[in-house]
């Protein structure tokens, strides 16, 4: 069963066109089935492309799945029409006292900031606590996991001499948890970054597990001993061409970057990218919905137990 999309939704017409199985609402109603309720924090600039790369991982599985779209309203969006956030979103003063089976925060351009500096941190704070005790498990994407890790465990993350910029292989180092079922020893990520989270950080706080990490770009994949949040300090969401738009986009601004490394055939950008972190993100997506969420989520969603962190 696919995950339920608004006919309006501009995502739409592209998961369509990609053969994605998607439901509208009087569909899902005929089905005598209670969908996972998922909530996803869009805090990328690009709301649209973001939202159709997770809903394309999210739709790739045999669960139902009912998305609701969450923007800061602290802070004012400037590369999505107003119009949009008004049809598709809802703050999350509109969502606080509800529950849902799976959350999922995006990264956002802001690395580079304290994360007390951010305009809509005390907003995403708050949503961060409510998050313990109102969904059962959260999954946290590159800045988002970074944010969530200072506010729950209050580990850093650490001013990288240059960005972090291309596919990079990453290695298990677990192989018997549910999170990485299925994955190969070896497998690649995308990663667009200026800061990082490390291993010593990680490993010196019993609450937490590393999963998987790279030689070159570092801590990937953890998760909290109680299987209930998931940190991803990569991409793997991103489009064929993501990366190939931020090169551009920088070079357009005089900034200072790189090719993205292991990403263009033979480093020539007027190649097309290879692409070889399809397989690895719908197979993480797919196992936190089935295992994190799906198999362990009550199906009457009230006042759930406290997870872990310190909040």
């Known amino acids: 069963m696919p995950v339920k999309v608004p006919s309006s939704l501009p995502a739409r017409g592209v998961l369509e066109a990609e053969n994605v199985f998607l439901m509208d609402e009087q569909r899902a109603l005929q089905q005598d089935i209670r969908p996972l309720r998922i909530a996803l924090l869009n805090l990328m600039p690009t709301k649209v492309a973001t939202e159709t790369q997770l809903l394309r991982l999210l739709g790739n599985t ?8 969450l923007h800061t309203a602290s802070h004012e969006a400037k590369n999505t029409p107003t119009e949009h956030l008004l049809e598709h979103y809802v ?31 005390p907003e995403l704070a708050e949503l961060l606590d409510w998050a313990r005790t109102n969904v059962f498990s959260s999954l946290f994407i590159c800045w988002g996991a970074q944010a969530a890790l200072h506010r729950y465990y209050g580990i850093p993350k650490h001013p990288l001499a240059e960005k972090l910029f ?22 690649f990520a995308p990663h667009s970054r200026h800061t990082e989270t490390r291993r010593e950080d990680i490993l010196a706080e019993p609450r937490l597990e ?9 801590v990937y994949l953890l998760q909290s001993t109680d299987h209930r949040q998931v940190f991803v300090t990569g991409h793997s969401e ?37 692409v070889r972190w399809r397989s690895h993100a719908n197979l993480l997506f797919a196992n936190w919905l089935n295992y994190f969420v799906y198999q362990e989520t009550p199906y009457e969603l009230g006042r759930l137990p406290e997870k872990g962190g310190r909040g």
Do not use: C, M
Request: glycine share 10%.
């Open 238 to 274: 991103y489009d064929p061409g993501t990366l190939q738009g931020e090169y551009a986009r920088d070079l357009g601004k005089g900034l200072p970057i790189g090719l993205p490394r292991n990403y263009f055939p033979e480093d020539d950008p007027t190649q097309a990218p290879l």
């Open 166 to 187: 291309g596919v990079f292989p990453h290695r298990l180092e677990v192989r018997n948890e549910r999170i990485v079922q299925g994955f190969d020893d070896v497998f």
């Open 62 to 69: 045999p669960l139902q799945v009912e998305v609701t779209l």
């Open 91 to 121: 703050s999350f003063a509109e969502v606080r006292d509800q529950t849902f089976d799976g959350l999922i925060v995006t990264g956002a351009p802001v690395e580079q900031l304290p994360f007390e500096a951010v305009d809509y941190w």
């Open 210 to 218: 590393l999963l998987a990490e790279s030689d070159e770009a570092g």
